[in-house]
C-alpha cells in the first residue's frame, strides 16, 4: 500500500455529526468507533464519543476524526486548514456545501493572479476549508 496524507481533525464531543456532516458533503463510506467500543474511554462520559472515524470518498480523499477524551486538552481546529486542489465542478460543489448551513466565506471562490478559482471557508465546525479549482 502506497503512503498517503490525509487530515485527522480532532473534535469536543460532535465528531459523529461533523464526520456526517462531511459525508453529506463529499458523499463516500464512513466508519466509525466510540470508546466504548474499545474499551479505551477516560471515564463514562467517553462511551458515546468517537475514538475513531474515517470517510473513504469516491473521489480518493480519506478524513479521519475523533472526540478528545475526557482528561486530555481540546485545542479548537483553528490551526488547521484542509486543501482541495483540482478541476471542475465537484470542487465547487464541495465549497458550496462547506460554506452552507452556519459556515463562513473567508476568501470568495473567484479566479486568482495565478489563474484558477481559489476560495476559503470556515465550516460550521470551525474547520478551515482552501478549494483551487485548476484554470482549464
Known amino acids: 500500500m502506497a503512503s498517503r496524507l490525509n487530515p485527522y481533525i480532532q473534535f469536543d464531543g460532535d465528531a459523529r455529526a461533523a464526520m456526517e456532516f462531511y459525508q ?6 464512513l466508519s466509525s468507533n466510540t470508546f466504548k467500543e474499545f474499551g ?9 464519543k468517537l475514538m475513531h472515524s474515517q470517510l473513504e ?18 485545542n479548537p481546529g483553528e490551526n488547521i486548514a484542509i486543501s482541495l486542489s483540482g478541476e471542475g465542478d465537484e470542487l465547487r460543489g464541495y465549497y458550496e456545501k ?5 459556515g463562513k466565506v473567508t476568501v470568495p471562490l473567484e479566479k486568482q493572479i495565478w489563474g484558477d478559482e481559489f476560495g476559503m471557508v470556515t465550516d460550521r465546525f470551525g474547520i478551515n476549508w482552501m478549494v483551487n479549482i485548476a484554470a482549464s
Open 24 to 29: 453529506g458533503v463529499f458523499g463516500g463510506e
Open 40 to 48: 479505551t474511554g477516560h471515564g463514562p462520559d467517553d462511551d458515546d
Open 57 to 74: 470518498t469516491p473521489s480518493g480523499f480519506t478524513l479521519m476524526a475523533a472526540d478528545t477524551p475526557q482528561g486530555m486538552p481540546y
Open 98 to 102: 462547506l460554506s452552507a448551513n452556519g
